[in-house]
């Protein structure tokens, strides 16, 4: 019997190691430590070493996403209405220009993101803010990057309004669609009314819609691992999975099964008082606890869906882990600033990981198979 078979043995016999470090052996082999590791995450989720997490976080496990994202009681799910939804989606006429459809900045061909630092909008303006992919809209209870929206229904005509993405208005919309020859009796058909095209139903398709392009993550590695089928998963990319569950401190921020708290966290990227300063939910809230502040993104499709971060700068998985991995930038106030309320804070969930290089490849390959 090989060491990594013979210590994972122990391990699975309940020796006090499992609730150290599994595998912890600096004598073994670095793909005899991955095999050891592997064995534990081939087992079912249950059975899965637990993930460090700091005591004031209430975490979710990890687990397999559902066919499609849960609906509100007052917008029930209907293949109809998720019809309707897809093809307001794809649809131009939503713009001013009648050239710029959500698809535009959310292209199913880019995992639903678009691949730009940020987005064009009407006349070819740019964006601030990058525009992510949408495949986990659904499993968020606060839309955009800053939270401002309170659901999918309420985020889904703001694009129309805003002035640099479609900049057209909610009325000219509806007097459009309702002056056309196909809409109305779509509606009609779908809402099962007699009366005009409304915002609210608008917004209903486009919300159900959306709750449906979870079924993009189906197929990845790391979802079928999930759904208890390991063997796409390399013994490299399990041992990720444990560095992000453990040292690597990934699952305070990112857990269950949309891998994100749903919460708001300064993680250094403020630029305040420079090109790029963007002060995130702060500008929501006024809450000086926000400044800088943006929502935890889900991690799927993470490896199809760059550049990152709500300002896009980021564009490669290895300088962005290597970041992490020095704890993030934590600017410190100098001078007058050391009064100025909105001077950001760095989150203390930010720490030194002091990951090796194997182990920050290990990580990589694993946020790769998301």
């Known amino acids: 019997m090989s060491r990594a078979r013979l210590l994972l043995a122990l391990l699975l016999m309940g020796g006090a190691a499992r609730a150290e470090e599994p595998c912890a052996n600096p004598a073994m ?50 293949e109809a209405k998720s019809t309707l939804g897809q093809r307001l989606f794809n649809d131009p006429k939503l ?20 691949g730009r630092r940020v987005s064009f909008g009407h006349d070819r303006q740019s964006g601030k803010r990058n525009a992510p992919s949408v495949v986990m809209a659904g499993f968020t209870a606060h ?11 309420d985020q889904a005509l703001m694009p129309v309004e805003d002035h640099v993405e479609m ?34 139903q608008i917004a209903q398709a486009l919300a159900t819609y959306q709750r449906t392009l979870v079924s993009a993550v189906r197929n990845t590695a790391f979802e079928q691992l999930l759904r208890g089928r390991p ?40 630029y305040y008082g420079r090109k790029y300063e963007d002060l995130g939910r702060y500008r929501v809230t006024k809450d ?37 991995n020095t704890g993030m930038p934590h600017p410190q106030p100098v001078g007058a600033q050391k009064n100025d309320p909105l001077f950001p804070r760095t ?6 990981l002091n990951l090796s290089r194997d182990q920050q490849r290990a990580l990589i390959a694993f946020l790769e198979s998301l």
């Open 231 to 270: 063997q796409r998963m390399s013994d490299t990319q399990l041992h990720g999975l444990h560095l992000f569950r453990t040292q690597a401190r990934c699952m305070n921020c990112h857990f269950g099964p949309a891998l994100s708290d749903d919460r708001f966290h300064n993680i250094g990227l403020t």
């Open 347 to 352: 989150s203390e969930r930010l720490q030194p």
């Open 95 to 114: 713009s001013r220009s009648g050239q710029i459809a959500c698809a535009s900045c959310h292209e199913p061909d880019e995992a639903f993101a678009d």
């Open 143 to 153: 839309p955009f990057w800053d939270g401002r929206a309170s659901s999918l229904e």
């Open 167 to 200: 900049a057209f208005t909610t009325a000219e919309l509806l007097t459009r669609l309702n002056a056309g020859s196909e809409y109305p009796a779509l509606f009609r058909q779908t809402f099962e009314t007699a009366g005009p095209i409304t915002a609210q």
């Open 29 to 78: 082999p670095l793909a005899e430590v991955e095999a050891c590791i592997a064995a534990l995450y081939r087992q079912p989720i249950a059975q899965w070493p637990a993930p460090r997490i700091d005591a004031d976080v209430q975490w979710q496990e990890m687990g397999p996403l559902p066919e499609r994202a849960t609906s509100p009681a007052d917008n029930p799910f209907s």
């Open 288 to 324: 000086l606890a926000d400044v800088g502040a943006f929502r935890t993104p889900s991690l799927r499709l993470l490896n199809k869906t760059a550049p990152w971060m709500h300002n896009g700068l980021f564009v490669n998985l290895p300088g962005t882990v290597a970041l992490y």
